[in-house]
């Protein structure tokens, strides 16, 4: 029996948040794909396991404990595995990664991209968030060699989406070159660079939808 | 000395998720308003006494500890004064209110409001949210005569919205009675009410900006 069942989509973007913390503490993990979540994303509250409103969704199958909301799973498997470190300082990464999850694909694709739109995300919004991460880098918050809840969020962050838009790297070298280092280093840990390659080999994008495909198109120099 | 300082904009919305557990532990807190918080905001990230990018931003005096993020704020304070009850479905209550306004400012008014995207806000995704809620109340997972942070972040999601926009008070109640009473009882303790009489007596609205006047002109049947 798997330690875990994750429901998400067959994405990295907010899964990757959760597949961080698993593939680094080695646990096992299933995921058991769209059909099953929607089976119970669609059930009424009053029939679903838990109440939940969308992915991703955890089960911890040892302690048939069920988690909804990003920031909670994360908070509850770094307590649990003992990599919470500083918790306060953890939720406030892991609340800024959610804040730009939602600007990069602008509330999940309420509206597509246009070039003003992303020549203001990435000459004044993206250029304001790299920094304040570096800026926490800079006082010496952040340790690659012991990674707890703060170091791979950061990397679930910023690796993830440089990796998945290689087009935003450049960004990321020039605002924030010490993350940079740092989430590298993190994304490139055993347990965790095995998870990234089996994504690599299903040729998985980054957000998925309309809104990625967007994000594609501004990246290769559309209007 | 005051224990905390809170800035935040003079607006409900994201400060009373603070203010409600400030309020109920009965601390001494000040807000020096929007200049002071200007300051600190438009700072550059190494100048900031700590990074960070958008309100609530609060610094425990005492401790001078500095906190950003609405989640981080309310959990660090939920913890000191031993409110956290379950912190795993604390969070998730605070993510999930996180997520509605979002939703109901368009995400920090993006878009301003329609007439079809209200309808379709007031039809099909507030009757999922309370219904989720209702769901986890129904499971006896709630104590108005014990709040912890589930409760207070209930009440500061709920309440404020309701009270602010007596408009959407039917829907709650029709969707989810057991938190309608839950939240009013919460609002209505002793250190709450007080807090919110003051906010009263300013006439303060709900989110501010454009897009509250936005919410209102669809509450009273503009296009």
Redesign the interface.
């Known amino acids: 029996m798997p330690d875990y069942t994750l429901y998400y989509w067959p994405i990295p973007f907010r899964g990757h948040f959760v597949r961080y913390v698993l593939a680094h503490v080695g646990a096992e993990w299933e995921e058991p794909g769209a059909e099953a979540l929607l089976a119970l994303k669609d059930a ?3 029939d ?1 396991p838990y ?3 969308a992915p991703p969704l955890l089960h911890d199958l040892r302690a048939d404990r069920w ?6 799973i994360v ?2 498997l770094g ?1 649990k595995h003992g990599l919470a470190g500083d ?3 953890a ?2 990464l ?3 990664a ?2 730009i999850l ?1 600007e990069i694909t ?2 999940h694709g ?2 597509m991209w246009d070039r003003p739109a992303w020549e203001a995300f990435t000459d004044t919004r993206l250029p ?2 790299m ?6 880098a ?1 006082r010496g918050r952040f340790d690659a060699e012991k990674p707890g809840l703060a170091e791979l969020t950061l990397a679930a962050l910023w690796h993830t989406m440089v990796d998945r838009l290689p087009g935003l790297r450049p960004l990321l070298s020039a605002n924030a070159p010490r993350v940079e280092t740092l989430v590298d280093a993190v994304a490139a840990l055993p347990g965790i660079a095995t998870m990234r390659a089996g994504w690599d080999r299903q040729g998985a994008g980054y957000c998925g939808g309309q809104i990625e495909a967007s994000l594609r198109a501004m990246l290769a120099g559309g209007d």
């Open positions: 009424t509250p009053a679903q109440p939940f409103m988690l909804s909301q990003m920031p909670a908070m509850y307590r918790p306060d300082e939720l406030r892991v609340s800024d959610a804040d939602l602008r509330h309420d509206q304001r968030w920094p304040l991460h570096e800026a926490l800079a």
